[in-house]
């Protein structure tokens, strides 16, 4: 006994009928396909054996006049009465194949999900379809949107295509394709620069016109044979040339457009295509196929078939055939499973349609070398996509393969496309920037951007960011146009510098020269050269100036607080009492031959009181308590300075100078007073005169920091630490040698100039003159 169960196709475009649809060999063959699935099935021992499966048949391009057909093969024997009561299942259908498109599926769906009757469509490839909740017995044999539109993209990285207009029909399949592809592009450097929606109203000069202002070269034509038709006549109409266009599997393996006269001038043509998947027997089944050779109803339609033959049916374009022939195949094998079949017969006669359903969204068989199984959505885990070109014999040429399984992977051979420019065509708005440029967004969108190039000490990472460049950090640089950092050399002057070895030879040598003094004013204490000098006062200056130079040697170190410290406090604190000494002598030295004749009582406090210690011993504990104060407040600090030099880092000791004001400015007064006492004393005895020689210490000691001023000014580097240091070094050689060391030449040269009846005489000849 035979079970005859049925099965419900729907396919869309196959014939000429009364409403003047165009005709579509392509669709008839799908036709013919479903038909031939089907037979093949019935024919077949080992599937569903016993079993005949019935089918309906019927093209579905009016909803007006098919929604009632669909209706009457829901409804069983009688029509459907909205107002009647329902007893019990009557639909005679068990599953339904179809429709193909997206607008015309999403139309008759609603109408088999509440019964939960499975839906397998072979061509609606919306998106919306995947949303179980809205449409949970709809199952697909082709793939979704997402996934062509994810070949696409992948195709635009490939060639780097980023300028793209998106012309697309205005139904769910058109609309959807493009929502998809705005927000897989969302973060990739690829723009949609011009975007459209074509129906029959489609102004195609305005859009043409708008592509070639904006400059773009890729254009990807989201649509159906008949519309994409419409698109190509024009552009070849209205000379739009040399152009990329990118076509989708619905009509990249159309047969028409591409014998069109003058396609060959729009430019280059590739696309996303379904696989060709050879069917046995089919080819055999449409030569022994009977066409109807009289007008008549066929399958719902009126059609006049008198002018098909059997050869134009077989080179029909073939996409989607796979697809119905999977679909078909699908419900036999649910049905095979739920009636529970072996190899020679079923042991159920009878069925339902969600017990259909639920072995459907189990499926996993081999057919054809693929395995057809479908994933919680009801989309497929199988198949491939062809990446095709259009040559120049107007065939679609395979040059590439996008996989899903196991994983995703896109390859393709450019050397077999032939680009109408003899080479890979470029589309962007802004050509990409040069290593070492920022991008500055120019309109809205990404693509769009001027060059900026990032200044010294900045680098850009375009991996991670291309529209900022970056600082480095502050022991690193890099020149104009940098793509990463440099470290900076890090100076200072270490001992082993030559210059560094040379400055401190000379301040050892000081040391020696102050020790020797000491050592031969200590010898020759009585005498009227050393007593003149200042006496005692001497051995404290010679001390001071040894102790001053303790500061030079903390130059040659790498910095740090203590060395900072001791490069600037040893000098300030000890050479204060060197001014404060030579102030003291210079006033000493006036009061002498001018102060004590006039203001005698004056004179004698100052002996009295020991008036040169107490001045000594008051600038003394000044300056250090200053120092104290301003050491502990505000220490100078180690400091990277990376502004003199972009590629390095000269290793410098930070002296706020507002914090030190006080001290310097008690520095400062005292070499004031020294400089007005001692310039008072210019008219004294000349071989007498230690105010002279004061004088010219004093100015040694002003011209020695204005030229570090000024070279502290001119020159930046790490050798700043040598000039402060020299300038340090000829301070106390100042007072040295221009004070000291002429005294000690009379000493040991000229002992006749140092007898106490020489100093005498030019007294005595002093008063004489200036009385």
């Not at 043409?208 to 698109?231: L, S, Y």
């Not at 134009?312 to 739920?338: D, Q, W």
């Not at 600082?471 to 030559?498: G, H």
């Not at 630490?721 to 020299?726: K, R």
Request: with cysteine.
């Amino acid at each position: 006994t035979l079970t005859q169960l049925r099965i419900f196709g729907m396919c869309c475009g196959g014939y000429l009928f009364l409403f003047s649809k165009p005709f579509y060999g392509s669709s008839y063959r799908r036709f013919q396909l479903m038909r031939f699935s089907i037979e093949e099935i019935n024919n077949s021992s080992s599937l569903l054996p016993g079993v005949t499966l019935g089918y309906n048949i019927f093209d579905h391009c009016s909803d007006t006049q098919n929604i009632p057909g669909i209706f009457n093969i829901l409804s069983g024997k009688d029509p459907i009465d909205p107002w009647a009561t329902r007893h019990g299942n009557v639909t005679k259908v068990t599953a339904v194949v179809g429709a193909f498109t997206s607008p015309v599926t999403r139309t008759v769906a609603p109408l088999f999900m509440p019964s939960h009757i499975p839906l397998i469509s072979y061509g609606a490839s919306s998106s919306i379809f995947s949303q179980k909740l809205n449409y949970p017995s709809f199952l697909r044999t082709v793939h979704p949107n997402k996934d062509v539109v994810d070949v696409i993209v992948h195709m635009l990285q490939h060639f780097q295509w980023q300028w793209v207009a998106f012309l697309h029909i205005d139904n769910d399949y058109g609309n959807d394709g493009r929502n998809v592809f705005m927000k897989m592009i969302q973060d990739k450097d690829i723009c949609l620069a011009y975007t459209k929606k074509l129906d029959e109203n489609t102004n195609y000069t305005t859009i043409f016109k708008q592509i070639q202002i904006q400059n773009i070269q890729v254009i990807i034509v989201f649509a159906t044979e008949r519309v994409a038709e419409n698109v190509i006549e024009f552009a070849i109409e209205m000379n739009v040339t040399n152009k990329t266009w990118i076509a989708v599997d619905a009509w990249s393996l159309n047969k028409k457009i591409p014998k069109l006269s003058g396609i060959r001038n729009i430019g280059t043509v590739i696309g996303v295509a379904e696989p060709d998947v050879t069917i046995p027997g089919f080819n055999k089944f449409i030569r022994a196929l009977e066409i109807e050779n009289q007008p008549g109803e066929f399958c719902n339609q009126f059609c006049n078939c008198s002018d098909l033959n059997r050869s134009e049916i077989v080179r029909a374009e073939n996409s989607f055939n796979f697809p119905v022939y999977a679909a078909v195949h699908a419900i036999a094998h649910a049905l095979h499973n739920t009636l529970q079949c072996g190899d020679k017969k079923c042991h159920k006669n009878s069925t339902s349609p969600h017990m259909v359903l639920s072995e459907l969204k189990r499926s996993n068989f081999s057919l054809l070398d693929h395995t057809i199984e479908f994933d919680r959505n009801g989309d497929p885990r199988f198949g491939t996509f062809n990446i095709i070109f259009w040559n120049s014999s107007g065939e679609a040429e395979v040059v590439g393969v996008h996989k899903f399984q196991p994983s995703s992977h896109f390859s393709v051979n450019e050397s077999k496309i032939q680009w109408h420019n003899s080479q890979v065509p470029s589309s962007v708005c802004s050509s990409e920037c040069q290593p070492g440029f920022r991008k500055s967004l120019v309109g809205i969108h990404k693509c769009c951007f001027k060059c900026v190039i990032c200044p010294s000490s900045t680098y850009i990472n375009s991996s991670e960011d291309q529209y900022t460049c970056l600082s480095c950090d502050e022991t690193e640089w890099s020149p104009e146009a940098s793509t990463a950092c440099n470290k900076r050399v890090v100076e200072f002057v270490p001992f082993e510098d030559a210059i560094a070895v040379v400055i401190m030879v000379g301040t050892v040598c000081l040391v020696g020269l102050c020790l020797l003094t000491s050592v031969l004013f200590g010898l020759n204490f009585n005498t009227p050269v050393v007593r003149s000098a200042g006496g005692p006062m001497c051995f404290l200056v010679l001390g001071c100036l040894s102790l001053s130079s303790i500061s030079v040697f903390f130059f040659f170190v790498k910095p740090d607080v203590a060395s900072c410290i001791l490069r600037y406090f040893p000098f300030l604190l000890f050479f204060t009492v060197c001014l404060a000494c030579f102030v003291v002598r210079s006033f000493q030295i006036v009061s002498i031959f001018k102060i004590v004749t006039h203001y005698p009582s004056l004179h004698r406090l100052w002996v009295r009181y020991h008036g040169q210690w107490l001045v000594v011993l008051t600038a003394f504990i000044l300056q250090g308590t200053l120092l104290l104060i301003m050491y502990t407040s505000a220490p100078p600090q180690p400091y990277s300075n990376s502004l003199w030099h972009k590629d390095k880092t000269i290793l410098i000791c930070e002296l706020n100078l507002k914090v030190y004001s006080a001290s310097i400015a008690l520095f400062c007064f005292l070499c004031f007073l020294c400089f007005v006492f001692s310039y008072m004393g210019k008219e004294l005895p000349k071989n007498y005169n230690e105010a002279k020689a004061i004088t010219f210490c004093l100015i040694l000691l002003i011209l020695t920091w204005i030229v570090f001023a000024t070279v502290y000014i001119l020159y930046k580097g790490k050798y700043i630490h040598a000039v402060n240091a020299s300038a340090i070094l000829c301070s106390l050689y100042s007072f040295l040698t221009w004070y000291f060391l002429p005294k000690c030449f009379i000493i040991i040269f000229r002992p006749e100039k140092n007898t106490q009846e020489y100093f005498q005489g030019l007294i005595k000849t002093y008063n004489i003159t200036n009385n």
